[in-house]
């Protein structure tokens, strides 16, 4: 931290609200109210012994901006107080994140055992590594404890899985899977993109890495692309930073600064917009064009249990499968008047997506049937408009 930067003290201070405003919060000697913007690409140094200081690492002062920055450090100390962590790391981008914390726990040869219910380009990046550098990924049912048991029956080197999955809402029961990956000397690692931390926290449950898009609801308004890293302090510094610094998956320090300022409101905004989401969801369960609703708050939801244990709401996400396929789904989409189609979600603006047609595209159908994808299911990210102005238009899209 270099000299000129005050760091605020929480004290005992340690409600989760008040990390989300407050925690790792920097001033300049101007005491800004605000967190301190350094848009800078380099520092300057009062001698050339300070200079050589700070590459030897045994002065500590910021020396470029590819390694470090006052507005990423900020984002750093907030994201690791909210999840209870060591340390975080910013990236890029959500994928980014993924793709590092795969990178610095592989080697050609590792064995990944993964969750079949992914993100599109999870299982893009997972084939890539396969293809080009060896590394070899066992994929299982997220829901399945057997399938579990027997994949990390044998060594691993680490354990991934997104829970709620990103469309299909299931669930991965991160106590029990974490003693498993543990068992099999694996790392457990977990994309909370759709939680956060303000509805689940798997460090809590045995998970030892967490990954996070924070282009989703950790910026909230659809402004920024970025990610997040969480872990150990060793882990973080031996062995993410040293591929970042050396390759500049740079978050740039506006979109750490922006991001600061979306968490916040990042409690505020996940529960009220987790709230409406299961409102629509249990309205939608009785509509006779929707096939089925998923949601992790319905009781009809085939791991309510578990949700109930792990997370503090359901989320503002929900699928449904829409009557007709991908042909329903389009015209349901296409009748929207409020709601937007996009592939981004975590807004507060209320999204929609038919996932077989874009999130989940590359993926064959025998793929996407095994990922529970049908052909009508239809995404919807739930934003902060008044909740009874979203059924309304969902109502008619639907009729």
């Known amino acids: 931290m270099a000299h000129d930067i005050g760091r605020t003290d929480l004290g005992d201070h ?11 919060q920097q001033r300049s000697q101007f005491h800004e109210t605000s967190e301190y913007l350094a848009l800078t690409s380099g520092y300057t140094f009062a001698t050339a012994a300070e ?4 590459f030897a690492g045994e002065v500590e002062h910021y020396n470029y901006s590819r390694v470090d920055n006052p507005t990423t450090t900020m984002l750093c100390d907030r994201l690791a107080a909210l999840d209870g962590a060591e340390a975080a790391w910013p990236v890029a981008s959500g994928m ?6 795969v990178l610095a726990l592989t080697r050609s040869g590792s064995r990944i055992v993964s969750s079949r219910e992914l993100f599109g380009s999870t299982v893009g990046l997972f084939t890539l590594m396969e293809e080009r550098f060896g590394v070899h990924v066992d994929y299982v049912a997220a829901t399945d404890m057997r399938e579990w048991e027997r994949a990390l029956s044998t060594p691993a080197a680490l354990v991934f899985c997104e ?7 299931r669930l991965v029961d991160l106590a029990g899977v974490s003693a498993l990956a543990h068992q099999a000397g694996a790392l457990m690692v977990v994309d909370n993109t759709f939680a956060t931390p303000v509805l689940q926290q798997p460090l809590r449950f045995g998970a030892d890495v967490i990954t996070y898009s924070t282009t989703k609801l950790m910026d909230g308004q659809g402004r920024t692309v970025g990610g997040a890293i969480l872990g150990t302090e060793s882990f973080i510094i031996d062995q993410v930073k040293p591929w970042t610094r050396c390759t500049g998956p740079t978050m740039s320090p506006f979109t750490a600064w922006t991001v600061l300022k979306g968490l916040e ?7 009220a917009q987790s709230n409406s ?5 249990q309205a939608l369960e009785q509509h006779p064009n929707v096939e089925q609703v998923l949601h992790p708050d319905l ?20 699928s449904i499968v829409v009557s007709g396929g ?16 996009s592939n981004n979600l975590g807004d507060t603006k209320s999204l929609a997506v038919h996932c077989a047609t874009t999130t989940h595209h590359s993926l064959t159908p025998e793929e996407r049937e095994v990922a529970g994808i049908p052909d009508g299911l239809v995404r919807l990210s739930i934003g902060l408009e008044d909740v009874h102005d979203l059924l309304d238009d969902i109502t008619q899209a639907l009729a």
């Open 14 to 24: 340690s409600g989760f609200t008040t990390r989300a405003v407050r925690a790792g």
């Open 51 to 54: 200079n050589a200081g700070t």
């Open 96 to 101: 980014a994140a993924i793709f590092y914390t």
């Open 163 to 169: 829970t709620p999955s990103n469309p299909v809402m």
């Open 265 to 271: 409101t990042l409690p505020l905004r996940v529960q």
């Open 277 to 281: 989401a299961r409102q629509i969801a």
């Open 299 to 318: 009781p009809s939801h085939p791991q309510y249990d578990l949700a109930q244990q792990q997370m503090e709401g359901g989320g503002q996400m929900l």
């Open 326 to 341: 991908t042909r329903g789904a389009h015209a349901f989409l296409d009748r929207l008047s409020l709601i937007d189609i």
